[in-house]
């Protein structure tokens, strides 16, 4: 199993970030070209990203962690879910203001600007997906069922005056609410 969950530097671009934020970017072609080497590059760390995570995956189900280890391991792929969101917050806070295309450029810069942001979408979903994989697999070698569990009734007869007590004594709580 990787030892962590890493996001790429390069997923999000600070300077570009900065440059989308200014009032001349729509007109940019220089800034255009950015934008669709960006859309490049994060849809192949995208793919890359994916598919080490389903190895991580493939890697755990063969491995010997019980429930509990894979628990864990559910906990540190939330970690690292929400150290992800934090270096992406502002790049999709940036991607997500959008400005109202006014020539053919500013469109297109907009589609890029649409595809990144479902981009980074999909990489923090990543890590969600990954997730509930492992906490099924981790209910499934627990041997915890996945439907409603169904009591069965008793065979013979029942002291309800001893469960009455048991109860009594197990619950103190209850019966002081009881007696009021």
């Known amino acids: ?8 530097r390069n997923l999000s671009d600070p300077t570009l970030t900065d440059a989308l934020r200014s009032e001349l970017w729509p007109e940019s072609r220089e800034l255009l070209a950015r934008l669709r080497r960006r859309v490049m590059e994060n849809r192949a760390a995208l793919e890359q990203h994916a598919s080490e995570l389903d190895k991580a995956y493939e890697e755990a189900a063969r491995g010997g962690l019980d429930g509990s280890g894979l628990v864990q391991l ?3 792929v939330l970690e690292a879910e929400k150290g992800a969101a934090e270096q992406l917050h502002p790049w999709m806070e940036a991607l997500g203001e959008r400005v109202t ?5 500013a469109q297109e810069a907009q589609q890029y600007l649409h595809e990144l942001h479902g981009l980074a979408v999909a990489w923090l979903a990543t890590y ?3 997730r509930e994989k492992i ?3 981790a209910a499934e070698r627990r041997g915890d069922p996945r439907g409603v569990l169904r009591a069965r009734p008793i065979d013979g007869d029942i002291d309800y005056v001893e469960l009455s007590r048991e109860h009594i004594a197990r619950y103190p709580k209850i019966r002081a609410a009881l007696a009021k």
């Open 135 to 137: 906490l099924a697999l």
């Open 101 to 105: 295309p006014k020539s053919q450029r």
């Open 1 to 8: 199993m990787p030892d962590g969950f890493e996001i790429p």
């Open 128 to 130: 969600e997906v990954l």
């Open 74 to 76: 559910a906990g540190r």
